[in-house]
């Protein structure tokens, strides 16, 4: 004869284990996250190296990067994945280079549009500064995109990937003092080709002719376009534009410009755009967002 103390039990463990099983992807992205911020910073890294990383994995590594909330670490999160990645690349190439990054936009929002789907929309635009002594520099824009649906598959996240893009018609603008920093070729920059990166661009144009002969082969794509400022202007400064078709999910756009460089208090400064406005985080993801849109730096630090 079974004992009944016995039965209990086992159907109390098997509601627990079904609930449990159950639990809708809303409610799980309503917890915090399994990971701490160096565990997602590794789950970042490891995509953005291409390597292997689950689903779940990166559902919870997501979960840091939510600006819906009154607090948010996503951008420090993003950003030292993305220094971990150029340290390892850089120190394989031997080459000793000084790193600065500044965040130039970074959001995610949350939507809800079935009782078992959670959407995410939001992107993250940083900015990084290489330097070589004497006077070698590099300027490498990352920005990023996720446009996903999350669902419980069996008993673990799945994810989606949506076609639509999250930005249309995007302008990255670089501005350069012609005083301290002189045009060099990005595809053959030291620098540059220490970070494995690849210039890349989901292209609106054909690049218009160079007025000066020279500026376009600093960037790596192409510009759209280059100028200086009117002649007449006693501080003289170079402008590279890059238009985007749109953004997209796993299609991240990378821009790469090479300089001469001397440490001198001249500001250059990155703008991003989306048509002729000011790129923002929308409303519903305002409230913990990184805005520093345009940005201000120096080549040199």
């Given at each position: 004869m079974k004992n009944p103390r016995c039965s209990i039990l086992v159907v109390l463990l098997s509601f627990w284990t079904a609930t449990a099983g159950a639990q809708t992807i809303g409610a799980r992205w309503d917890t915090p996250s399994k990971l701490t911020p160096a565990q997602a910073t590794d789950v970042f890294y490891r995509k953005a190296a291409g390597r292997s990383v689950t689903v779940s994995e990166l559902f919870e590594a997501e979960k840091y990067l939510r600006t819906d909330a009154a607090a948010s670490i996503g951008t420090r999160v993003l950003q030292d994945a993305l220094r971990r990645l150029l340290d390892e690349r850089l120190y394989a190439s031997g080459s000793d280079v000084r790193i600065r990054m500044d965040p130039v936009l970074q959001w995610?929002?949350?939507?809800?549009?079935?009782?078992d789907v959670v959407r995410l929309r939001g992107e993250s635009v940083i900015l990084t500064v290489l330097n070589t002594d004497p006077n070698l520099a590099?300027?490498?824009i990352v920005h990023e995109t996720i446009h996903k649906?999350?669902?419980v598959c069996g008993a673990v996240p799945c994810a989606t990937l949506l076609p639509a893009?999250?930005?249309s018609a995007v302008a990255y603008e670089l501005e350069v003092p012609l005083e301290s920093?002189?045009?060099?070729?990005a595809r053959?920059?030291?620098l540059v080709l220490a970070t494995g990166f690849l210039?890349?661009?989901?292209?609106?144009?054909?690049?218009?002719?160079?007025?000066?002969?020279?500026?376009g082969p600093a960037c790596d794509p192409?510009?759209?376009?280059t100028r200086f400022t009117p002649d007449g202007q006693s501080d003289v400064r170079m402008f590279f534009v890059h238009l985007g078709r749109e953004t997209k999910q796993a299609a991240a756009n990378q821009l790469l410009c090479a300089f001469f460089a001397i440490p001198e208090d001249d500001l250059s400064r990155f703008t991003y755009r989306t048509g002729s406005a000011l790129a923002a985080a929308p409303t519903t993801a305002a409230h913990s967002a990184t805005t520093n849109n345009p940005i201000a730096f120096s080549m040199f630090q």
């Open positions: 995610l929002e949350t939507t809800r549009p079935a009782a590099a300027t490498v649906e999350y669902r893009a999250v930005r920093s002189v045009p060099a070729e053959s920059s030291e210039g890349r661009l989901n292209a609106q144009t054909i690049p218009s002719g160079d007025e000066s002969g020279k500026l192409l510009p759209s376009s």
